[in-house]
């Protein structure tokens, strides 16, 4: 599969020019099938949904989008998916399931007046909302598995995309230190690319633990623990500079001790193959 990074920023946005070549868009990663020309599946739709139709070529979107949890950063991109907003269009959109509520309403929680203008129904083209369960789904010609994670606020799912050449596994939001379940370190076993949560610095442990939220540290042992082919530090602090990202790319590599170590930037796409994570773009 191809994985194409819209957006590698947590929390909010961050525009200006220090956050240029990293890029300011909030988490979003589109999923080529081998073979395919373009994304049908989607991981989060935070604001980097938007560069989605550009990569289009003018064509209604027809996939799939998964969402890891239903914070602001990670779904505020899906009414302005502009590919996805109109009558030829086919989207089915996954949340995970939490207070016995229907995929529909829990998007409603935010997405409808006073919060937001329109509600889910006033999206054109054909939408699906499904509440996601833990455990293995057949998606778009994929196989999604998703776990439950410590995180903070809501539910919020570990993910894994296999397909028959390889796997990536994606956990923008999630605080390892918080403790990692038996079925998390199973759904991580030898995957071949780990996009994980680096917003902190262990300097800055306390907001971690308090947002729940990873340290670029705790990646890095995790990606070592679940033998992980390629790390890719995501979710970047909307503080954290480009040139604080830089100097991250000097030393997280040195700490991975021969694991390759990517610091995720907007338009990056990886070509994910079992054995080995190639990285380009
Ligand atoms: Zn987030
Ligand atoms: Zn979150």
């Known amino acids: ?48 949904l938007r560069s989605l139709t550009g990569l289009l ?15 602001w950063d990670h779904m505020q991109g899906v009414p302005f998916f502009a590919a996805g907003d109109r009558e030829a269009s086919r989207v089915d959109l996954y949340l995970p399931a939490q207070d016995g509520k229907s ?22 083209g054909r939408w699906g909302f499904h509440a996601l369960t833990d455990g293995e789904h057949p ?21 894994r995309v296999d397909d028959e050449l390889g796997s990536l596994a994606y956990l923008p939001d999630h605080a390892p230190a918080a403790g990692i379940s038996h079925e998390l370190m199973q759904m991580l076993e030898g995957v071949d690319v780990l996009l994980h949560d680096a917003q902190f610095l262990e300097g800055e442990r306390p907001v971690a633990v308090d947002y729940g939220h990873a340290t670029v540290e705790d990646s890095v042992k995790l990606a070592h623990e679940c033998g992980a082919g ?32 990517v610091v995720a930037r907007e338009g990056m796409t990886l070509d994910v193959r079992r054995l080995q994570g190639s990285t380009g773009g």
């Open 139 to 159: 998606i778009e010609g994929f196989t999604v598995t998703a776990v439950d994670i410590e995180h903070k606020g809501g539910r919020t799912f570990g993910l």
């Open 1 to 48: 599969m191809r994985v194409q990074l819209l957006g590698v920023r947590g929390s909010t946005p961050a525009p200006g020019p220090d956050f240029v070549r990293y890029g300011g868009h909030t988490s979003c990663v589109a999923v080529t099938a081998a073979g395919a020309d373009r994304p049908s599946l989607v991981l989060d739709a935070g604001t980097g």
């Open 103 to 124: 995929g529909r309403d829990l998007l409603a929680q935010s997405f409808s007046p006073p919060s937001f203008p329109i509600t889910p129904e006033g999206l054109r």
């Open 57 to 71: 070529d003018g064509q209604a979107y027809d996939g799939s989008i998964v969402l890891s949890h239903l914070h």
């Open 230 to 261: 390629t790390l890719v530090l995501f979710h970047h602090s909307p503080a954290r500079t480009d040139a604080a990202l830089d100097e991250i790319g000097r030393w997280a590599p040195g700490l991975a001790g021969g694991l390759p170590v």
